[in-house]
């Protein structure tokens, strides 16, 4: 069965400072999606990544996924304290419908 | 901005009891999909939902879960004897059929004691 791997487990960073989140499959990706989940709270959908080498950014946060498609990283520039949560990746079977299986996350803090 | 609903935000009940958990999907979205975490754990996939009927389970999924959509706008976990190891956060999730991305409710804390 696929697993997903994410690194660090937690990070620290003084806000205004820029961090990477990865994310490493033990299989071929189809669909790579990045979560954010405040604690005890529902996952926010931040982007999907389907395509080897694909980029994606909004704000201050990109997301790629390398070409092999085994590998993904979210990245975040200038962070600030509203950066705070849990950073999910989570990968599909590549159908619409299917389960999504997640890593264990990160834990971002931002230190102000 | 639509968004998935889930009620109640928490649920604490004693074991053996049958609980049903609630959520309403996106309006236009066709799958959903029922999600689980443990405190400290992963988010786990229990179930998917098309067309009326499961499309998808996991292990976790036993006979003592089921899921229904009473109408058109309810989607619905029930379990029917809770254990204890079933305390988790149950998160509903819906998707369009086009768009593979599934956006989550806010989740419900369910306490078994």
């Known amino acids: 069965s696929q697993e997903l791997e994410q690194s660090p487990q937690s990070l620290i960073v003084q806000e205004g400072k820029n961090l990477t989140i990865n994310c490493t499959s033990s299989k071929t990706l189809y669909g790579l999606y990045w979560y954010k989940q405040k604690y005890g709270e529902g996952l926010i959908f931040l982007m999907m990544?389907?395509?080897?080498?694909e980029e994606k950014s909004h704000e201050k946060i990109t997301a790629k996924l390398d070409e092999k498609k085994q590998q993904s990283s979210l990245h975040i520039t200038a962070s600030q304290p509203s950066h705070a949560g849990i950073y999910l990746c989570?990968?599909?079977?590549?159908?619409?419908?299917?389960?999504?299986?997640f890593g264990k996350g990160t834990t971002l803090s931002v230190s102000s | 901005e639509p968004e998935v609903t889930q009620t109640p935000s928490h649920q604490v009940t004693q074991m053996g009891q049958e609980v049903i958990l609630r959520c309403v999907p996106i309006?236009?979205?066709?799958?959903f999909y029922w999600y689980r975490q443990i405190l400290g754990q992963k988010v786990e996939f229990l179930v998917s939902?098309?067309?009326?009927?499961?499309?998808?389970k996991s292990e976790i999924f036993d006979d003592q879960f089921s899921v229904e959509r009473p109408d058109g706008s309810n989607f619905t976990l029930k379990i029917r004897s809770t254990k204890l190891e079933d305390s988790a956060m149950y998160f509903c999730?819906?998707?369009?059929?086009?768009?593979?991305?599934?956006?989550f409710g806010p989740g419900t804390r369910l306490t078994v004691t």
């Open positions: 309006s236009n979205h066709l799958y």
């Open positions: 990544l389907q395509k080897g080498g």
């Open positions: 939902f098309y067309n009326n009927e499961i499309s998808e």
């Open positions: 999730a819906s998707s369009t059929d086009s768009v593979y991305e599934q956006y």
């Open positions: 989570g990968a599909d079977m590549g159908q619409a419908g299917t389960a999504l299986i």
